[in-house]
Nanobody, 125 residues
Framework: QVQLVESGGGLVQTGGSLRLSCAAS????????MSWFRQAPGKEREFVAA????????TIPDTVKGRFSISRDTTKNTVYLQMNSLKPEDTALYYCASSVSPLYYTGEFRFYNYWGQGTQVTVSS
């Protein structure tokens, strides 16, 4: 089992920045990649960013490219999501997830094994 705990969410104004953290614990040795997803009320969960754990290579979809970045600290088993130039449409519950699959970069939920409880991000206009 892997436990994921997100933190860093909050209320920010349009144009502001936030950095989310996700700390992993438990049987993390098999982690292939970690990612961030988000879900706004009434919308489907959306893939936001992924990072391959060993190499650090990242995948960012066009929807947030240029504003969001993902990084990790392997010594702390923690992954970060840096969000800049935030917009009201970025308001959502942000989830961290881990994958043991090399197909993690597709962002498909079926390739993710563990999920955190989420941290709320609210961007005011």
């Amino acid at each position: 089992q892997v436990q994921l705990v997100e933190s860093g969410g909050g209320l920010v104004q349009t144009g502001g920045s936030l950095r989310l953290s996700c700390a992993a614990s438990g049987r993390t040795f098999s982690t292939y990649a970690m990612s961030w997803f988000r879900q706004a009320p009434g919308k489907e969960r959306e893939f936001v960013a992924a990072i391959k754990w060993r190499s650090g290579s990242t995948t960012i979809p066009d929807t947030v490219k240029g504003r969001f970045s993902i990084s990790r600290d392997t010594t702390k088993n923690t992954v970060y999501l840096q969000m800049n130039s935030l917009k009201p449409e970025d308001t959502a519950l942000y989830y961290c997830a881990s994958s043991v699959s090399p197909l993690y970069y597709t962002g498909e939920f079926r390739f993710y094994n563990y999920w955190g409880q989420g941290t709320q991000v609210t961007v005011s206009s």
